[in-house]
């Protein structure tokens, strides 16, 4: 899906605007309204909001956050074009994106909660509220640059001096490299040192990472939240490997505390709400609906890369259930429509698989290179294709006048970019160059009496699972 959702190699300098993009993109499908109007009803026509308790940022109920996600089958998708059949393009790259997005959810990258608000019971409702946002949960407490809790992180969050690739000292009697291991030599053998300098009953020789923390050494449990590496494995808050246990904000057993991303507010109100859900009992089953919806906010993401997230229509569906004492949402499937604006804003990632470049967008990726074969996206075919051959169309016809087209005007050379744009309508345009034959609008940017012109997309559908947390809290 997203530069961040699919398989390649992301450059380091790039991981940061990876992980927001993902949380963004994938969090704006926990954003995505419903289309649960009666038959014949638009998918994209937004419902009002329902009677009930007001939406208040720490003041609600149920929080949870996504503890499973996939992108759906194709027939987890949902009717956008009104043939009857479920749409869900991305269904194509789900076995190329699972395990980037499974890496990304083990590390924390995706932390995506929610807050309910009038739910008592998983029970039939006729008004269901909630909040969702981008949480902030790996924090680097000693600004060295290597953050604690993720696999292969820093080892003790207290000392900048101490992270994964530093130079071991051999003489500090502390794990400096975060191998594990303190005071070995160069050749990574451990230490012969058999005095136990801080009293826990274990030496250098005997495994301790830290022999100057009694806190810290080999086959202790890791604390929460401390920064150390408790238990000599090589990270601090962290315990299993890829598949954590410690501090996990995935596990019910040990319920934590979520921090907010600040971009989950905007003048101190959440940003994504579903204002007009219902629970209703189908097949003995609690079924939760919400929307529909628009999602549209301008992100920053790194210096100099922003998202503008557009995301329009879908629907949500979900099982309400009790779990461990509190309501959790399990096999749900949500979709919706990713418009072309909101692919061309997503630069500056590598992604070979599908054809991104940091050069170019993941809209160039879909419509002037590989992505748009791996999605069987639709040939825009008769005079477009005879000018402009290969084009590509979105599936999804949002604005209703006829599919959108998006070009590669001289698809026979290296840069394959998109820079020609047809509107349902047959309208065409192109990119705005300066003298220097740089673009400085590209042409999915075009207005139409005050609102965008290009807006078609291509359908998603995501399903997930959520797990209980103890709270949400303010951002750090």
């Given at each position: ?9 992301i ?8 992980r927001k993009?993902v949380a963004?993109?994938f ?13 014949g009803a638009s998918p ?11 939406v208040?940022a720490?003041q609600?109920?149920?929080?949870q956050?996504?503890s499973k ?8 998708g949902f009717d ?30 995706i932390?995506i ?11 039939a409702?006729?008004?269901?509220k ?6 902030d ?10 953050d ?5 992180g820093?080892?003790?969050?207290k000392?900048p ?6 130079a ?17 030599d160069?050749q990574?053998n451990?230490?012969?040192n058999?005095?136990?300098?801080d009293g ?18 080999k ?8 920064g ?6 090589g990270?601090a808050d ?25 971009l ?5 109100q959440?940003?994504?709400v579903?204002?007009d ?9 609690m ?18 890369v ?11 569906e979900?099982?309400?259930t009790?779990?461990?004492g ?10 919706g429509?990713i418009?072309a604006?909101?692919a ?24 002037a ?7 069987s996206?639709?040939k ?10 290969g084009?590509?169309?979105p599936?999804i ?9 998006f070009?590669?005007s001289n698809?026979?050379d ?6 020609v ?5 047959g309208t065409?345009?192109?990119d705005?160059?300066?003298a220097?034959g ?21 359908s ?8 209980p ?8």
């Open positions: 899906m997203t530069a961040k959702a699919l398989t390649g190699q450059r380091r300098g790039q991981v940061r605007a990876m993009t963004m993109i969090g704006s499908c926990a954003w995505l309204a419903a289309a649960c109007g009666g038959e994209f026509e937004i419902k009002p909001e329902c009677k009930g308790d007001a208040v720490y609600g109920m149920q929080p956050v996504i996600l996939s992108i759906g089958s194709r027939e987890d956008f074009n009104g043939d009857g059949e479920p749409d869900n393009k991305l269904a194509a790259a789900a076995s190329i994106a699972q395990g980037a997005i499974d890496d990304a959810l083990g590390n924390y990258e932390v909660p929610l807050e309910f608000f009038d739910l008592t019971a998983a029970a409702d006729s008004c269901v909630f909040a969702v946002y981008l949480g949960y790996v924090k680097d407490g000693d600004g060295d640059g290597s604690p809790l993720v696999k292969n820093d080892c003790n969050d000392d001096a101490i992270k994964r690739g530093a071991e000292i051999g003489s500090n009697r502390k794990d400096d490299d975060c191998d594990g291991l303190a005071d070995e160069a990574d451990p230490s012969n058999p005095a136990d300098m826990d009953g274990q030496s250098l020789a005997d495994g301790d990472c830290d022999d100057t923390n009694a806190a810290v050494k086959g202790v449990p890791e604390v929460c939240g401390d150390l590496d408790n238990d000599c494995d990270t962290r315990t299993g490997g890829a598949v954590a246990t410690a501090c996990s904000p995935f596990d019910p057993a040990s319920l934590q505390d979520i921090p907010l991303d600040p989950s507010f905007v003048d101190g959440p940003v994504v579903f204002h859900g219902t629970i209703e009992k189908r097949d003995g089953v079924l939760l609906h919400a929307g529909p919806s628009l999602f549209s906010v301008s992100v920053p993401v790194i210096d100099d922003s998202l503008d997230l557009r995301i329009s229509g879908a629907t949500i979900a099982e309400v009790e779990e461990a509190a309501i959790v949402l399990k096999h749900a499937r949500l979709g429509v418009d604006v909101t061309d804003t997503i630069r500056g990632l590598d992604v070979d698989v599908i054809g991104l470049t940091p050069e170019n967008s993941l809209l160039d990726a879909t419509f290179n590989l992505l748009g074969q791996i999605l996206l639709p825009a075919g008769g005079k477009v294709d005879a000018k402009y051959p084009c590509r169309t599936d016809d949002v604005d209703r006048d006829g599919l959108e087209a070009c590669d698809p026979g290296t840069n394959k970019s998109v820079d744009c047809i509107d349902g309508d065409e345009l192109t705005v160059l300066d220097d740089k673009v400085v609008m590209s042409c999915t940017e075009a207005m139409v009496g005050g609102s965008r012109r290009f807006v078609d997309g291509i998603v559908a995501l399903t997930f699972d959520t797990s947390i103890k709270a949400i809290t303010p951002p750090r």
